[in-house]
Nanobody, 115 residues
Framework: QVQLVESGGGLVQAGGSLRLSCAASGSIPSINVMGWYRQAPGKEREFVARSTSGGSTVYADSAKGRFTISRDNAKKMVLLQMNSLKPEDTAVYYC?????????WGQGTQVTVSS
């Protein structure tokens, strides 16, 4: 069974930085997509960034130029470096692993950006 555990959230002032980490345990196919989503209060969950096992990355427009996703396949980890944070980035951030057969989600980590 695959489990995802996020860490690195917290409270930061606008303009600051945070780095989120997600560690996966269990058996994950080598071909997969690891990514991050977020959900702000009263809003639907939205895509932030993803990284394929082949090395390509995709970002939401809101994340481009400020966030960087990276992954360590050997450690089964995905990271999200978030710079120049804005109050509108405040949300619960969820790690996701997508394979050909399943979608796995972490429990989420809270990111709060104060103005």
């Amino acid at each position: 069974q695959v489990q995802l555990v996020e860490s690195g959230g917290g409270l930061v002032q606008a303009g600051g930085s945070l780095r989120l980490s997600c560690a996966a345990s269990g058996s994950i196919p080598s071909i997969n997509v690891m990514g991050w989503y977020r959900q702000a209060p009263g809003k639907e969950r939205e895509f932030v960034a993803r990284s394929t096992s082949g090395g390509s990355t995709v970002y939401a427009d809101s994340a481009k130029g400020r966030f960087t996703i990276s992954r360590d396949n050997a450690k089964k980890m995905v990271l999200l470096q978030m710079n120049s944070l804005k109050p509108e980035d405040t949300a619960v951030y969820y790690c996701n692993v997508h394979t050909a057969w399943n979608d796995y989600w972490g429990q989420g980590t809270q990111v709060t950006v104060s103005s």
